[in-house]
DNA sequence: TTCATGACCTC
DNA sequence: CCTTGTGTCATGAA
């Protein structure tokens, strides 16, 4: 049964808008000279002079192969004479793209910001002519106030909204009508559904099913039975254009930090001392939004990339780093115990939050 | 309820 | 050969 049905579905009209290239096209924009050439924003790990990832390229980047998640020594060797390779600002990216959505805001009350360059806006009450009318305006506010262009999804949903947006990028607008969501649909593959990932797309087409037209053959029943209750449903619904879920801003549910170690290892004294330095960072955030938590992971990932958790709860919530310093070293160790391969990557996450009050609130009748 | 794992996201 | 970083959701076991 659905939960949230509140609202009359039929009426709303979701968009899906999205910063196109965002980090890259932040850097063009504060560097105009980069304009026109490839443009690499890079994470650095530290390890080695060019160890690291790219983040995001630019068009022009992409066209030589240089995508996001590829290795930068990797990018480097595709490098024409005018690429160029930025170090990722994100307090700078994360500035522009608070200003953006807050011009988002003036459009619709419902909105939910799905990431840093991505938000959707749902509008009631309005046909699709004035849905694309208004993305045509925030097109244009983006581009006037900060010089962003971004792309624009409408759809009856947000599953249709999200894929809209990804069919003319850069700087796209595409409506999708209810009428014609099975046209659209039955030309993508179920990999293109949003929410269907490399492992999703290879177990369906071990089963056979390669087209969305094939996937709406496949009873719930066996969906459900190879994915799981929720995925098969979901698989069912979206193959047919169906999606629920509301457009509401979501509180944040954790707060984590990742690092690469300089170099793979086990030893005990290094792993606290690293995952020490990263307490801070994290309790500050916590204590920035007025939260407590309740839960403490340690975060390791090994050699061979796979991922591995310690988690410790807690029987009282607390904001302090003081209560972290005291249960990291005993999940550093249990960690140790449990797994034999050297360490490449640890990181600290904190969840199970609750709100702190406030001390400014002086009266509380609820 | 807690804990551990895995899939997915996208820059 | 090389592979950053952050967060959400789901599942299965204890």
Redesign the pocket.
């Known amino acids: 049964m659905c939960t949230h049905l509140l609202t009359d579905v039929e009426d709303r009209i979701v968009l899906l808008i999205?910063?196109?290239?965002?980090?890259?096209q932040c850097e063009e924009i504060r560097h105009p000279e980069f304009r026109g050439r490839p443009v690499a924003?890079?994470?650095?790990?530290?390890?080695?002079e060019?160890?690291?990832?790219v983040?995001?390229a630019n068009y022009e980047a992409r066209r030589i192969g240089i995508r996001?998640?590829?290795?930068?020594?990797?990018a480097r060797r595709m490098v024409t004479q005018d690429t160029v390779f930025l170090k990722?600002d994100?307090d700078y990216?994360d500035a522009v793209s608070m200003r953006v959505m807050s011009l988002l805001r003036m459009f619709s009350q419902k909105m939910e910001q799905?990431?840093?360059?991505?938000a959707y806006l749902e509008l009631r009450g309005k046909s699709y002519e004035e849905a694309e009318e208004i993305a045509r305006q925030i097109k244009e506010l983006i581009r006037k106030s900060e010089g962003l262009t971004c792309s624009i999804g409408i759809g009856k949903n947000k599953l249709i909204a999200?894929m809209a947006s990804?069919v003319n990028k850069p700087d796209g607008l595409t409506v999708v009508r209810p009428e014609e969501v099975d046209t659209f649909l039955l030309s993508k593959k179920p990999g293109d559904?949003?929410?269907?990932?490399?492992?999703?797309?290879s177990?369906l087409s071990e089963m056979g099913i390669e087209t969305i037209a094939q996937l709406r053959d496949a009873p719930l029943s066996r969906l459900?039975s190879v994915?799981?209750?929720?995925?098969?449903l979901?698989l069912y619904n979206a193959s047919r254009g169906i999606d629920d879920s509301p457009v509401e801003e979501?509180?944040?549910?954790?707060?984590?930090?990742?690092?690469?170690l300089k170099e793979n290892t086990r030893d005990r004294d290094t792993l606290i001392q690293e995952a020490s330095r990263l307490v801070p960072?994290?309790i500050s955030?916590v204590q920035e939004d007025r939260q407590q938590f309740?839960?403490l992971?340690f975060i390791g990932?090994l050699e061979?990339?796979?991922?591995?958790?310690?988690?410790?709860?807690l029987n009282e919530p607390t904001d302090n780093a003081q209560d972290v310093y005291a249960v990291l070293p005993q999940l550093i160790d249990?960690f140790l115990s449990?797994?034999t391969a050297l360490i490449?990557?640890i990181?600290i996450?904190v969840?199970?939050l609750s709100e702190k009050k406030g001390q400014k609130k002086l009266l509380d009748f609820s």
């Open positions: 999205d910063l196109d290239y965002f980090y890259a924003v890079c994470i650095y790990s530290g390890r080695t060019n160890s690291g990832a983040s995001t996001s998640g590829i290795p930068i020594i990797a990722a994100l990216y799905a990431s840093v360059d991505e999200k990804g559904l949003y929410g269907v990932g490399k492992v999703t797309e177990k459900q994915f799981g209750s929720s995925m098969g979901w979501r509180k944040r549910e954790q707060y984590g930090r990742i690092v690469t960072e994290v955030m309740r839960t992971s990932i061979d990339l796979s991922i591995r958790t310690k988690n410790r709860t249990s449990e797994h490449r990557r990181g996450k969840s199970n």
